[in-house]
Structures are given as C-alpha cells and as structure tokens.
C-alpha cells in the first residue's frame, strides 16, 4: 500500500491507512527537520513499514545490512530508503519508529558529515523518541520531553552507560552485543544532546 507526494513515498505492507497516516506525520515532520537542519534533500525520500520480522530481515540481507535486522529500523543512505519493522508496536510506537529513521534519512541528505553515534542517535530521538512529540488532528508538534518511563529505566545505578562509553559508543553494536544497553543507548544520547543544546554552560 503506497502513499506519495514530492518529497516523500510511504510504502506499508500492512494497510492503506497505515501508509497514508505515516505519510501526513512524516510530511509534518518536513519542515521542522529544514528549520533544525538549515536545508533539504534534494532526493525524494523512501519510507517502508514491513508488518513482520521475517520480511524486515529479509530487505536487510538483501540490502546487505544483515546487522540491521538485530534492530527495529534503520536509514539506508545508499538507497536514501528509511525502513521500519512494525511487528508487535502499537500506531504510536510506529509512528515514533518512522520519524526517528526519516529523521536520520533528511541528516543524510542534506551532509556528507558523518556524526558519532551518540549524536545521530539523540537528534533522532528528539523527533522521535517515546512522548517527544504528539500527533492530534494533523497537526504534529515535535521536540517534547522523553516519556518519563523511558527516562526512568536509565536512571536506576548500572542502567546507564558512563559519559566516555556513551561518546566511544555505537549504537547498532551495543543492540548486538547486549541489547538492554544498545536501547538505553537511545534516550541518554537524547538527554546527553538535549543537555547540550539547552542546558549546558558555555564552556561546555
């Protein structure tokens, strides 16, 4: 099931609602993604939501990104093709999974710069991440606080990586290697970079 514009194609595996939904949030998330970026790709942009596991796995090998498959999604450059696994997530969690992958699509497109880990994790969760945005009536407000659950589970002692193993971190081999750290990967590089951006003194 496909839904397209000029920017942008959502294709779904599991319904024309799912495709159409997904493609209006991701349009929203557009031109909040110019503003933070000061540009835009000058590519069409591809999203793909697969309803199951299996088949996620394998677009993954195919696309030779077999490591890919140990995650929920990932941002294909070379194809410039953001891709989702659905399986199990509630319309929520989906929509959060589509807005994280597109928002490292649109850093793609518009920098040859490659960013640590960290970085590119925590820029996409701040437009994706659990209760940092909402989407009511069409209207998508994005940038919000974390979900205070997720922000939880990494307070707890020995739940969070220290600061020199977030920095040296990466996150696809922290999934692979033990997945409990890879996922709190994601909200302390959101906490590390919204630290940064909003909090942090000048000589930092």
Known sequence: FEADGERLRVRSAAS??????????????????EAETDGRPTRKMQLFV???RATYGTWCKAAGREG??????LADGATFTAVVCAEDLPPESVRGM??????????YGVTPAVMPSWYAEGFAET??????????????????????????????????????DLLKGNALKLLIAARAKGASFYPQSWAFLRWLRTAAPPDV
């Open 127 to 164: 437009f994706g991440g659990d209760g940092t945005f909402t989407w009511a009536d069409g209207k998508l407000a994005a940038g919000g606080m974390m979900s205070a659950g997720r922000l939880a589970a990494i307070r707890a002692d020995g739940a969070y990586l220290p600061l020199a």
């Open 98 to 107: 589509c807005l994280h992958e597109l928002t490292h699509l649109y850093q």
């Open 16 to 33: 024309a609602e799912q495709a159409k939904d997904v493609h209006a949030i991701a349009t929203a998330l557009l031109p909040v993604l």
């Open 50 to 52: 697969f309803k199951d």
């Open 68 to 73: 890919f498959a140990a995650a929920s999604g």
